[in-house]
């Protein structure tokens, strides 16, 4: 089975530019996260997907963070512009379902804004 | 307030050794499930054990157990006969059920190092 995919692994930007991250969660899962973890820290929830519903996206800095799951299945999560304080790595996770189970996460997109 | 807590920023263990990491939760919420993580330098978070509210029994899965206290909300990671491997970031997280839309909230983790 394969896992959560994300893309680009590693991007670097200078600030006030805009930046965009990528998630193929696995093969029939509904929900669909995104997490920042910055360096040190736990990791932060963002945006919660429930098929192509938002579930909770009450940390989610909407002045300059978006994200869309059009068609329910893959994710894009837009920083613009981005500020030094969005270093950090953005993790894609996926669940079967809303309520159970655990969440199987991505390798994580790293980004460091200069 | 903290959901989630874990009090030691970094813990060393002798290899073949056993090792507690620490974790206290905060919810009204009755039902709620309890996760550890294990983050190695490379990233990846890996899914180690599992503990719902409403289990009698505490979780094992392997070397690892989850020594769940529901009285002082308290979801230990106990690993037995620790190895090499087994040096990474440690992440404990709940799941509240009722009343978050199981959003899966995480404590500030510690490092755990295995010396050999």
């Known amino acids: 089975e394969a896992g959560v995919a994300q893309s680009p692994r590693y991007k670097i930007i200078e600030k006030r530019q805009s930046v965009a991250f990528w998630c193929n969660p696995i093969?029939?899962?509904?929900?669909l996260y995104w997490y920042q973890q910055i360096l040190g820290q736990g990791p932060k929830l963002l945006i919660q997907f429930q098929n192509n519903g938002v579930v909770d996206d009450s940390q989610l800095p909407k002045d300059r963070f978006s994200a869309e799951r059009l068609k329910g299945v893959d994710s894009t999560l837009k920083i613009q512009p981005a500020k030094l304080e969005d270093s950090a790595v953005y993790l894609c996770?996926?669940?079967?379902?809303?309520?159970?189970?655990?969440?199987?996460f991505g390798e994580g997109s790293r980004l460091t804004v200069l | 307030a903290q959901k989630i807590t874990q009090t030691q920023p970094g813990m060393f263990v002798q290899e073949k050794e056993a090792v507690t990491l620490d974790c206290t939760y905060d919810?009204?919420?009755?039902?709620?499930?309890l996760f550890w993580y294990k983050q190695p330098s490379s990233g990846e978070m890996i899914f180690l054990i599992y503990?719902?509210?409403?289990?009698?029994q505490n979780a094992t899965e392997g070397r690892y157990s989850l020594n769940f206290q529901k009285a002082r909300k308290s979801a230990n990671l106990v690993i037995s006969a620790s190895q090499l491997g087994d040096s990474a970031m440690y992440f404990c997280a709940m799941r509240e059920l009722g009343t978050s839309y199981g959003k899966l909230t995480f404590g500030q983790g510690t490092i755990l190092t295995v010396h050999p």
């Open positions: 093969s029939g899962h509904a929900t």
């Open positions: 996770a996926s669940s079967l379902e809303l309520l159970a189970g655990e969440l199987f």
């Open positions: 503990q719902g509210s409403y289990d009698q």
């Open positions: 919810t009204s919420d009755p039902s709620y499930g």
